[in-house]
């Protein structure tokens, strides 16, 4: 059974930094690109960042571009998701997700706000 529990969100003011991790278990991690995706209040989920089986940072979402760093340790089966500059307009629900055995798979999420 796939796994992914996302841990690291909290409130933050503006400008400050998170790191968000996701854990995965239940599937070969190491030969599957994994994303994150977010969703503020009243608005639709968005896709931040897709991260390869190897590593590479691809589809970044425009607004977080140059902020957002994401990247992974497959030894750890870890997804990670640096934040900085953070404004408000980055609050929301954080999740990772992964496409497996013909199915989407996603983490409960964590909660990042940031304001002050």
């Known amino acids: 059974q796939v796994q992914l529990v996302e841990s690291g969100g909290g409130l933050v003011q503006p400008g400050e930094s998170l790191k968000l991790s996701c854990a995965a278990s239940?599937?070969?991690?190491?030969?599957?690109?994994v994303n994150w995706f977010r969703q503020a209040p009243g608005k639709e989920r968005e896709k931040v960042a897709r991260?390869?089986?190897?590593?590479?940072?691809?589809d970044v979402l425009n607004s977080v571009k140059g902020r957002f760093t994401a990247s992974r340790d497959n030894r750890k089966n870890m997804l990670f998701l640096q934040m900085n500059v953070l404004k408000p307009e980055d609050t929301g629900v954080y999740y990772c997700?992964?496409?497996?055995?013909?199915?989407?798979?996603w983490g409960p999420g964590t909660q990042v706000t940031v304001s002050s």
């Open positions: 239940g599937f070969p991690f190491n030969t599957y690109a």
């Open positions: 991260v390869t089986a190897e590593g590479a940072m691809r």
């Open positions: 997700n992964v496409a497996y055995n013909l199915k989407t798979w």
